[in-house]
């Protein structure tokens, strides 16, 4: 499997194909019983998310890991190594979010979010590491027709600024729309690419 620089890569196959298990190796949270993974030309193998994260990996689950009873900004200060200020961490929000068109007040309580509101603390949690690869593990699952269409437009502005994606999605016409390349997987073997 190889990802281009600036690529949005689409990760295919049936329920127990193993993509989400490839993605967690990729993401530290899965050791692989063999073979090897090389990220910008050097050897991976990421021990933890941690290690992953630090040499550029982001990730954003199918299921959102937030408390709902924390702000925005607390929810992603939770997820920082070193989180810094509240006051400057809920400026830096305010500005990835406006500059990839993810509207979200830091202040907001996330039990009061919709599922694309939350889906975007995720995401903005993930950029605030200016990740060099994204991993989304079917992020249209719970969006509305609309939250779906700002999510393909900021994957769209990631790309043009070098930032390679994995995409898991089991909807064809994403697909077709949003990935330049497409990888089949079949029980755990790479069966095409397209």
Same mark, same amino acid.
């Given at each position: &499997?190889?990802?281009?620089?600036?690529?949005?890569?689409a !990760?295919? #196959?049936?329920?127990?194909? +193993?993509?989400?298990?490839?993605?967690?190796? @990729?993401?530290?949270?899965?050791?692989?019983?063999? +073979?090897?993974?090389?990220?910008? #030309?050097?050897a991976?193998?990421?021990?933890?998310?941690?290690?992953?994260?630090?040499?550029?990996? +982001?990730?954003?689950?199918?299921?959102?890991?937030?408390?709902?009873? &924390?702000?925005?900004?607390?929810?992603?200060? !939770?997820?920082?190594?070193?989180?810094?200020?509240?006051?400057?961490?809920?400026?830096?929000?305010?500005?990835?979010? $406006?500059?990839?068109?993810?509207?979200?007040?830091p202040?907001?309580?996330?039990?009061?979010?919709?599922?694309? $509101?939350?889906?975007?603390?995720?995401?903005?949690?993930? &950029?605030?590491?200016d990740?060099?690869l !994204?991993?989304m593990?079917?992020?249209?699952?719970? &969006?509305?027709p609309?939250?779906?269409?700002?999510?393909?437009?900021t994957?769209?502005?990631?790309?043009?600024?070098?930032?390679?994606?994995?995409? @898991?999605?089991?909807?064809? $016409?994403?697909?077709?729309?949003?990935?330049?390349h497409a990888? @089949?997987?079949?029980?755990?073997?790479n069966?095409?690419?397209?």
């Amino acid at each position: &499997l190889d990802i281009g620089r600036g690529e949005i890569h689409a !990760l295919l #196959g049936e329920n127990g194909a +193993g993509k989400s298990t490839l993605v967690k190796m @990729i993401y530290g949270l899965v050791k692989p019983d063999s +073979g090897t993974m090389h990220f910008n #030309g050097e050897a991976f193998a990421p021990q933890d998310p941690r290690t992953a994260r630090a040499g550029g990996v +982001g990730m954003v689950f199918q299921h959102f890991s937030l408390f709902d009873a &924390l702000t925005v900004a607390e929810n992603i200060a !939770l997820g920082m190594e070193h989180a810094p200020a509240m006051s400057q961490l809920a400026a830096r929000i305010r500005e990835v979010s $406006e500059s990839y068109g993810l509207p979200l007040s830091p202040d907001r309580t996330v039990g009061d979010l919709s599922a694309g $509101e939350r889906q975007r603390v995720e995401i903005i949690r993930c &950029l605030l590491q200016d990740p060099k690869l !994204l991993i989304m593990d079917e992020p249209t699952s719970v &969006l509305t027709p609309q939250e779906v269409e700002i999510l393909f437009q900021t994957l769209e502005k990631l790309r043009a600024e070098g930032t390679s994606i994995l995409y @898991i999605s089991h909807k064809l $016409e994403e697909i077709r729309r949003l990935c330049d390349h497409a990888t @089949i997987l079949r029980l755990g073997k790479n069966v095409g690419e397209c």
